[in-house]
């Protein structure tokens, strides 16, 4: 047996399946912001927000995520995420989730797997300009075009939740873990230089982290 094949599974039935269907349904995973919200449009007309981010953050809070520890951290079973995967391109959430490690798993490779970063490229400089000034990083944030901005802010919303000193007392999952884990969510370096690639990262992080210490979020109230 080649060794390089260990580890690698036959696909199942399953994925066989929704690998046909993804022929004329395409996949929420992978697409741009613009593409997954005509998706949902005739199913959810009146969303401002793609489904597939509000419904798996409601998910994971749901299974009380916010008290557990090392999520966005600790990745959920990767056979279980799949599975999950396949059930929500299919637009269904299954009941009898337990595990708040299997949803934060998925909502992040939602993030990571857009086709374009959720902070567009135009605005990375600014971002990595700004990664200490939290009024001029806000200001970046409201640049953004409506679509990104709109779902950056609920995720900057939804960390602020996890920031939450009591939560982070069980969690061990401060606002600096936090915007470790989703940062390279959010922006993308397009250097190949493994110097500025270092160097970059920290100020990704440090940008995310302050948008969740001092980003009003408040404006994002009951929005869908």
Request: with cysteine.
């Amino acid at each position: 047996m080649d060794s390089g094949c260990l580890g690698l599974q036959k696909p199942n039935l399953e994925e066989i399946k929704h690998a046909k269907n993804a022929v004329f349904c395409p996949s929420m995973f992978g697409s741009s912001l613009e593409e997954v919200m005509v998706m949902q449009k005739e199913r959810y007309p009146d969303h401002q927000l793609p489904w597939v981010q509000t419904r798996l953050s409601e998910e994971v809070l749901g299974l009380n995520g916010d008290q557990t520890e090392g999520i966005f951290r600790v990745p959920g079973d990767i056979n279980e995420v799949n599975a999950l995967k396949l059930q929500v391109d299919q637009w269904n959430i299954p009941t009898g989730l337990e595990d708040p490690h299997i949803p934060a798993s998925l909502l992040k490779l939602w993030y990571r797997e857009l086709e374009e970063p959720l902070i567009p490229h135009e605005y990375y400089d600014e971002c990595i300009t700004h990664y200490e000034d939290p009024e001029a990083a806000v200001q970046v944030v409201h640049s953004l075009p409506e679509i990104n901005k709109l779902v950056l802010c609920y995720l900057i919303r939804f960390l602020q939740v996890f920031g939450q000193p009591d939560n982070v007392s069980i969690t061990k999952m401060d606002v600096n873990n936090l915007a470790m884990v989703m940062a390279p969510n959010c922006l993308r370096c397009q250097s190949d230089d493994p110097r500025i690639i270092f160097e970059n990262t920290r100020k990704e992080m440090s940008f995310i982290r302050v948008l969740v210490q001092h980003m009003d979020t408040s404006f994002m109230d009951g929005l869908l």
